[in-house]
């Protein structure tokens, strides 16, 4: 069964920084794109990131521009996100998504919790 798994969530310091993982497994990777969500309590779940199949084309929210870099490891079938300078805004449980070439079908991971507070 097609697995995603987050990893690297946890409590940082405002102006700290985390890397987020997401390994896949049972999928054929480089066919897939991929791209992290995340869902404040009482928020809407909203788009962080997204990386085409093979990282030619990246994505970002207004809001993380220029603070976060998604990248992906098709070798390792795996999708990172490198959060830096981080504000409490950014505290959220932060989903890997995968959405398959072609046909459009998608996969959610189970959310990693990122907490940014002093």
């Known amino acids: 069964q097609v697995r995603l798994v987050e990893s690297g969530g946890g409590l940082v310091q405002p102006g700290g920084s985390l890397r987020l993982s997401c390994a896949a497994s049972?999928?054929?990777?480089?066919?897939?794109?991929m791209s992290w969500y995340r869902q404040a309590p009482g928020k809407e779940r909203e788009l962080v990131a997204a990386?085409?199949?093979?990282?030619?084309?990246?994505n970002y929210a207004d809001s993380v521009k220029g603070r976060f870099t998604i990248s992906r490891d098709n070798a390792r079938n795996t999708v990172y996100l490198q959060m830096n300078s981080l504000k409490p805004e950014d505290t959220a449980l932060y989903y890997c998504k995968a959405v398959a070439l072609g046909d459009g079908y998608t996969y959610w991971g189970q959310g990693t919790q990122v907490t940014v507070s002093s």
């Open positions: 990386i085409t199949t093979g990282g030619e084309i990246t």
């Open positions: 049972r999928l054929t990777f480089s066919s897939y794109g």
